[in-house]
T-cell receptor, first 115, second 114 residues
Framework: DARVTQTPRHKVTEMGQEVTMRCQPILGHNTVFWYRQTMMQGLELLAYFRNRAPLDDSGMPKDRFSAEMPDATLATLKIQPSEPRDSAVYFC?????????????FGPGTRLTVT | KQEVTQIPAALSVPEGENLVLNCSFTDSAIYNLQWFRQDPGKGLTSLLLIQSSQREQTSGRLNASLDKSSGRSTLYIAASQPGDSATYLCAVKEWNTGFQKLVFGTGTRLLVSP
């Protein structure tokens, strides 16, 4: 049963601490997306990778956020330093390009609370 | 800039009712439109995907339609059940500087009571 996995599922941290979220895309998928979901803004795209290369991170606050793909089975999203306004659910999704539908498959999310 | 709106924001119905969720988008140049379901504290589950050349898709009690020219989609749920209670999100896929981008609506929170 192929699915996207994310760790940790929940994270509570204090303001100023570094947070690292991890995502394992579905084996064979060559695209990875990071989204953030908040009550106010809904779901927003933060970053997009294809074949491990970042193609778009225009939705990401550059001063504190960074996204990488050390290898094809791992994507990371880091926040340093974290702030209370970063509290949200962070979703990773993966997909295959090209394909007929370009469908994205979502992980369960990491719920981040910054106090 | 593409904007996706979902109406109503919340809906409460008794079990057995047929219901319609609405989604509208401002830019009709889309690749496809997708409906997702999100249960509290969970990720997104894809329900139906309609390509831009299609008019509708059906899966079980769900039927989604797409009118690209008017920028609208509807999700019809027949004979609703308490297990259908969840937030329903629509998302349009568009080309953005060479890659496929999903733009989400803010969702409709559905409660089906027994």
């Amino acid at each position: 049963d192929a699915r996207v996995t994310q760790t940790p599922r929940h994270k509570v941290t204090e303001m100023g601490q570094e947070v690292t979220m991890r995502c394992q895309p579905i084996l064979g998928h060559n695209t990875v997306f990071w989204y953030r979901q908040t009550m106010m803004q809904g779901l927003e795209l933060l970053a997009y990778f294809r074949n491990r290369a970042p193609l778009d991170d225009s939705g990401m606050p550059k001063d504190r956020f960074s996204a990488e793909m050390p290898d094809a089975t791992l994507a990371t999203l880091k926040i340093q330093p974290s702030e209370p306004r970063d509290s949200a659910v962070y979703f990773c999704a993966s997909g295959l390009v090209p394909s007929v539908t370009y469908e994205q498959y979502f992980g369960p999310g990491t719920r981040l609370t910054v106090t | 800039k593409q904007e996706v709106t979902q109406i109503p924001a919340a809906l409460s119905v008794p079990e057995g009712e047929n219901l319609v969720l609405n989604c509208s988008f401002t830019d009709s140049a889309i690749y496809n439109l997708q409906w997702f379901r999100q249960d509290p504290g969970k990720g997104l589950t894809s329900l139906l995907l309609i390509q831009s050349s299609q008019r509708e898709q059906t899966s079980g009690r769900l039927n989604a339609s797409l009118d690209k020219s008017s920028g609208r989609s509807t999700l019809y749920i027949a004979a609703s059940q308490p297990g259908d209670s969840a937030t329903y999100l629509c998302a349009v896929k568009e080309w953005n500087t060479g890659f496929q981008k999903l733009v989400f609506g803010t969702g409709t929170r559905l409660l089906v009571s027994p």
